[in-house]
């Protein structure tokens, strides 16, 4: 579509003007069509500035998704390879397992502006509202490879902690096992769902969700809840964001299951967890009871300390905080 073309013009030059006529002759279009096509832009809600008797300027604050921008940004070979932006979506991980697995690529990446039915653990709503947080899906393809789905989990928080740690500048905790946390508030959501295959009943595909609130948020959660822009007041950098969380997970990934390093990667997630040496109080199907947390083992269940002095190791349940 020529407004799309359009955009990928101005992309190259964010926050300069460029003049319709420019414009139409690189695009062998009339500067009608040039200005239909910006309307059109503007309508979808793309923060560009006309200058009448001048031109177009994208502006820096600009979040309009791109795989344009994204992948000029994007240093990884497989994850994000392949990637499809959805304007809007039920949720991006349930998108992924309603396509037919077979004929993707592993890397494969889905990414939404907004998701009416994102969810978290145990089929908790995930608050996603249009332009307000990066919402993707990442399928991974094991190839007969048997990897720990929670180590790879433990994989994403640490490419989102690095990611946002990188891109925004402000420090990026971990919660066991699966929320990063930003000044007490949680900021991403993480949320690991594997695919079994049908003929020999193994686990053959693993798709790793990621929600970032960037933008406002909500009232509903504005308690419990942060995002880059409350952070830090920037604006714009969900493209360079997602390009360098893709790139940061692919080089974790590839740690994990081709060079050995999980415990490496252990390491890093347990001198990001925020609730190391604090008490919680662990929910599992059974009970719930208050303990200490002392780390995590290799293979990245939480070791807690009960109040009678028994050290126990968590692989399934969650925590709260007390």
């Not at 502006?113 to 608050?127: I, K, P």
């Amino acid at each position: 579509m020529l407004k799309d073309e359009v955009l990928h013009i101005l992309e190259g030059k964010i926050g300069i003007l460029v003049t319709g006529g420019r414009l139409a002759n690189t695009l062998n279009v009339s500067r009608n069509a040039i200005w239909k096509a910006i309307n059109a832009l503007k309508n979808d809600g793309v923060q560009i500035i006309s200058v009448p008797n001048v031109g177009y300027k994208l502006l820096d604050t600009n979040d309009t998704l791109s795989e344009h921008l994204i992948k000029s940004k994007l240093t990884s070979t497989i994850i994000g390879k392949r990637l499809e932006i959805l304007p809007s979506v039920h949720s991006t991980n349930q998108y992924l397992k309603e396509m037919n697995s077979e004929d993707m690529e592993s890397g494969f990446t889905v990414i939404a502006n907004e998701q009416t039915s994102g969810r978290g653990r145990r089929r908790r709503e995930f608050l996603s509202p249009r332009d307000e947080g990066i919402y993707l899906s990442i399928l991974l393809k094991l190839n007969g490879k048997q990897h720990d789905i929670r180590l790879l989990t433990i994989c994403a928080a640490v490419a989102v902690s690095k990611a946002i740690e990188a891109v925004c500048k402000i420090n990026a905790e971990i919660k066991w096992v699966n929320d990063i946390y930003c000044n007490g508030k949680k900021i991403c959501g993480i949320l690991t769902e594997a695919i079994i295959s049908g003929e020999l009943q193994e686990l053959d595909t693993v798709i790793v969700g990621i929600g970032i609130n960037t933008g406002n948020v909500t009232f509903e959660i504005k308690e419990i809840a942060t995002s880059v822009k409350k952070e830090t007041g920037i604006c714009g950098i969900r493209n360079e964001l997602i390009a360098e969380l893709l790139s940061q997970f692919e080089n974790i990934y590839i740690d994990y299951t081709e060079n050995g390093k999980a415990h490496e990667i252990i390491q890093y997630y347990e001198s990001k967890l925020f609730i190391k040496g604090r008490q919680v109080i662990v929910v599992n199907l059974e009970d719930e009871y208050r303990a200490t947390v002392l780390g995590v083992d290799s293979g990245g269940a939480l070791i807690v300390e009960t109040a009678n002095g028994d050290i126990k190791h968590i692989s399934t349940g969650e925590i709260k905080l007390k």
